[in-house]
Each structure stands twice: as C-alpha cells, then as structure tokens.
C-alpha cells in the first residue's frame, strides 16, 4: 500500500475575482480570464491549488455553510527577505485586505506578519532574519 500525499489545497470563497487577485499578489500565477466556478493552478513542486465558489460548493454539498469562528488553518509564504515581509504587507494593506499582525520580529528568528485574504483566511508572511 503506497501512502497518501498532499496534492491540493482548496480554497473556498465568496468573492473567486478578489480571492484569485489576492493570492496573485502573493506570487501565485492565477489565471486572470477563466470560464466556471472552479479554478486551479500548479504550484512549483507540483502541489495544486485550487478555488471554488461557495455556490459551486453548494451543488454537491447543498447545506454547506461558511465557518465561523477562528479558523483552524493558514497558509505562510516565505518572503525573501525581511523587508520583503514589511513591503508585502504594506501593499496587501493598501488594497484593502485586514492586517491581522503588523510585521514583527518574532524570537524564533523570523520577520512575521498576518494578513487576511478576501474570505478572512488567514495568510502568515515570513522571513528569516
């Protein structure tokens, strides 16, 4: 029996246009015309990810609800540098998104900050200092 392997992260979402833009601005090459709800993308590695509107959720899951609460999950991406960090959320903020954590030197090391894509999921920005 071969063992299973992470293959795609999914991201469901209320608003695909605002969701794909923000992850584009993250570095993900979303594509900027698609047809349907759905769209996925190959990550470097081969890992996919992939959005699906909360109406495309619905026709197979038909009392599908939007979580409340704190979420349980986030995505980090590494930033380059640490002023990488400050400049990627500095432009996230500018377009609108929540900043949950300003940029901070974290004591493991690490310049962090959260933001918050378009559905309020958070997104971990670091670098190593």
């Known amino acids: ?3 299973p392997r992470l293959d795609m992260i999914g991201i469901v979402t209320a608003d695909l246009e605002s ?3 923000f992850y584009r601005t993250l570095g993900i090459e979303t594509p900027r015309e698609h047809e ?3 769209v996925e993308v190959s990550l470097p590695g081969g890992l996919r990810i992939a959005w699906d509107t909360e109406e495309s959720v619905r026709s197979f ?3 599908w609800q939007a979580p ?3 979420p349980r999950t986030a995505l980090a991406f590494l930033c380059a540098t640490p002023s990488e960090v400050d400049s990627t959320y500095a432009a996230l903020a500018a377009a609108g ?3 949950e954590t300003a940029p901070w030197d974290a004591p493991w090391g690490q310049r962090y900050a959260t933001v918050h894509d378009p559905d309020g999921n ?3 920005l670091f670098a190593w200092a």
């Open 1 to 3: 029996m071969t063992t």
């Open 19 to 21: 969701s794909l833009a």
């Open 36 to 38: 349907g709800p759905h």
């Open 61 to 63: 899951v038909p009392d």
């Open 68 to 70: 409340s609460g704190h």
């Open 97 to 99: 998104c929540h900043g």
């Open 122 to 124: 958070p997104v971990d």
